[in-house]
């Protein structure tokens, strides 16, 4: 059957692409090799009446432009924002609140430090300033590195012409952001142990490097970009869990003419005289397009699908050299009542509403990556835990909760031991922890679930288990990712592109790889 284009990965961004060439008028078919959607963010019943968000569990990334032109609340999207944002507990039975008003979150601020209280709004307002800057390349092809012909220097003029207003302090910020630790930039503004701890987590979530690895004070700007129900820096719950975030936008394709199958694994990338001319199904099936787009991360397309044979030599060593290997940890878990912290009793209360921090110093969290560095899964992890049903009881069965748990350290690759025997042993490690903190925590759970980076890799078919299809370090960004050269979606093979977040921006459910993308076929 023939076909303009054709999506590999059923992947939020190969649904935004998928949708985007519909609308243009393409005739598009997207093929996903499970028997549901959303890549690493879907919704499934893992249990009887629980509707569980398996991989990716919050929603603030996904860029407006995308949720208005595809119409994504008419195709059933729903977003509620957290409030509390944050819950934090520590070992002397303090706690600490972040909340969507700001003068309450002076006030919990306050108690660790009038400093860091007179501090926080000055923060924000700087990361925010600095998160607008870097938002507007989010959406904008990457110019050619080297420039080969004079149009590419057009678009270095371009890139030039968005800085334009930009002062000298903020291009020095952005310099230093995008090349300092977590750990250092909050030096530089807070003294409370307990506040830098809090804001450090979100540069070390999915990173492989503690809160003193250079790099990480991006990762921490990147969670902070984008937003919820139109209010800038807010992460929420979608009803209906994560998959209803691909599913919307599966119905907004599929109301353009776009055909969408499940159960449709692809073999193969069908090559040509050095052009991509359609796929190979596991069952022998062959559709053939002028278009292929790959969603999958750029070792499983370009190592699996398309082959070492159809590769330069050259550009096939760069991807073997693109790091993969992740670092994180997912539970799922069927919970009989809630956690009841000692550092604030009570349930439900307003922490179960919030992301729940485990992780009381940066030199707890320095220390869990020291283990991970010598491929041991962390003693003492930095853990996040979010309860979806707190917001949404629809998911769960009566009288059940749905918690998620996710964590920092576990390295994809184990000395002396394999995660096929470590997976539940770690498991009964981490509610140890929690249980620490919330002495009821082993006793409320029902069912759990317990993915490690390679059972990451085995059920969404991300290489390395990595949730951003590959390490967010400098030199795998922007112009640089996947590999220099080709970071404009095309691809060497003529006719292959790809729209997943191995290409530029990056990782997170934002959507912004597969927009970018169809933009760009749609000029080839």
């Given at each position: 059957?023939?076909?303009d284009a054709i999506i590999?990965?059923?992947g ?6 998928a ?10 078919v997207v093929?996903e090799?499970?028997e549901v ?12 009446g629980?509707?569980v ?8 990334l996904?860029q407006?432009?995308?949720?208005q032109e595809?119409?994504?609340e008419?195709?059933?999207y729903?977003a509620v924002?957290k409030?509390?944002?944050?819950f934090s507990?520590?070992?002397?039975g303090r706690?600490?609140?972040f ?7 002076l006030?919990?601020v306050?108690k660790f430090s ?11 307002a700087?990361?925010?300033?600095l998160?607008r ?9 990457p110019?050619?590195?080297?420039p080969?012909k004079?149009?590419d220097m057009v678009?270095?003029?371009k890139?030039?012409a968005?800085?334009r207003g930009v002062?000298r302090?903020?291009?020095a910020?952005?310099?230093k ?5 977590a ?16 804001l450090?987590?979100?540069g070390v ?8 690895s250079a790099g ?5 700007m990147?969670?902070?970009m ?6 800038r ?6 009803r209906?869990g994560m998959g209803?975030?691909s599913e ?17 694994p692809?073999?193969?990338?069908l090559v040509e005289?050095g052009r991509a001319v359609?796929?190979v199904?596991e ?6 397009a002028?278009v292929?787009?790959s969603?999958?991360?750029p070792?499983?397309t ?8 159809n590769?330069?030599?050259e550009?096939?060593?760069q991807?073997?050299r ?7 940890l997912?539970m ?6 809630l ?6 009793p009570?349930t ?7 992301t729940m921090?485990i ?6 969290v ?6 991970a560095?010598?491929?041991?899964p ?5 853990i996040e835990?979010?309860?979806?049903t707190?917001?949404?009881p629809t ?7 749905i ?10 690759t184990?000395q002396?031991a394999?995660?096929?025997?470590l997976?539940?042993p ?8 929690i ?7 082993r ?6 679930q ?8 085995r ?7 990595n949730?951003?299809?590959?390490e967010m370090?400098?030199d ?10 080709w970071a404009?979606y095309?691809t060497?093979v003529?006719?292959?592109w790809?729209?997943?977040?191995g ?5 997170g ?9 169809a933009?760009?076929?749609?000029k080839a």
């Amino acid at each position: 059957m023939k076909y303009d284009a054709i999506i590999i990965g059923g992947g939020h961004n190969g649904l935004v692409t998928a949708a985007c060439l519909a609308r243009a008028g393409k005739k598009v078919v997207v093929l996903e090799r499970r028997e549901v959607l959303g890549g690493c963010a879907p919704t499934e019943e893992l249990w009887p009446g629980h509707r569980v968000s398996t991989g990716a569990y919050l929603v603030s990334l996904l860029q407006d432009r995308i949720v208005q032109e595809l119409e994504l609340e008419r195709f059933g999207y729903r977003a509620v924002p957290k409030d509390p944002s944050f819950f934090s507990v520590y070992p002397d039975g303090r706690h600490l609140f972040f909340w969507r008003d700001e003068k309450r979150t002076l006030e919990e601020v306050a108690k660790f430090s009038k400093r860091d209280a007179e501090s926080f709004p000055k923060y924000e307002a700087y990361i925010e300033r600095l998160a607008r800057i870097v938002e507007s390349l989010l959406l904008v092809t990457p110019p050619e590195l080297p420039p080969r012909k004079a149009s590419d220097m057009v678009d270095y003029l371009k890139l030039l012409a968005k800085f334009r207003g930009v002062d000298r302090r903020d291009i020095a910020g952005l310099v230093k952001i995008f090349t300092q630790s977590a750990a250092d930039l909050l030096d530089e503004w807070f003294e409370s142990p307990e506040i830098k701890v809090t804001l450090a987590t979100d540069g070390v979530i999915g990173a492989n490097g503690g809160p003193r690895s250079a790099g990480t004070a991006y990762i921490l700007m990147h969670h902070c970009m984008g937003g919820v129900g139109g209010q800038r820096g807010l992460w929420g719950f979608v009803r209906g869990g994560m998959g209803a975030v691909s599913e919307a936008i599966a119905n907004s394709a599929r109301s353009k003419g776009a055909e969408i199958r499940t159960n449709a694994p692809v073999a193969r990338v069908l090559v040509e005289a050095g052009r991509a001319v359609g796929v190979v199904l596991e069952n022998g099936t062959q559709l053939r397009a002028a278009v292929v787009a790959s969603n999958l991360d750029p070792k499983s397309t370009f190592l699996g699908l398309v082959g070492a044979s159809n590769l330069d030599p050259e550009f096939r060593s760069q991807i073997e050299r693109f790091r993969v290997e992740g670092t994180s940890l997912k539970m799922n878990l069927s919970l009989e009542g809630l956690p009841d912290f000692k550092a604030f009793p009570g349930t439900p209360g307003p922490q179960h509403g919030a992301t729940m921090h485990i992780c009381p110093s940066i030199e707890y969290v320095e220390r869990a990556w020291d283990d991970a560095k010598y491929g041991r899964p962390s003693r003492n992890p930095l853990i996040e835990m979010t309860c979806p049903t707190y917001y949404d009881p629809t998911l769960a069965p009566k009288g059940r909760h749905i918690m998620g748990i996710f964590l920092q350290y576990a390295p994809y690759t184990l000395q002396g031991a394999t995660w096929d025997e470590l997976r539940e042993p770690y498991g009964d490690r981490v509610l140890e922890v929690i249980s620490e903190y919330a002495p009821n925590m082993r006793e409320i759970v029902r069912e759990r679930q317990v993915l490690s980076p390679l059972d990451l890799e085995r059920r969404f078919g991300i290489a390395g288990g990595n949730i951003f299809h590959g390490e967010m370090s400098l030199d795998q960004m922007f112009f640089m990712r996947p590999v220099i050269g080709w970071a404009k979606y095309k691809t060497p093979v003529a006719g292959l592109w790809l729209c997943g977040s191995g290409a530029h921006p990056g990782g997170g459910v934002m959507g912004a790889p597969g927009y970018n993308a169809a933009r760009e076929i749609l000029k080839a």
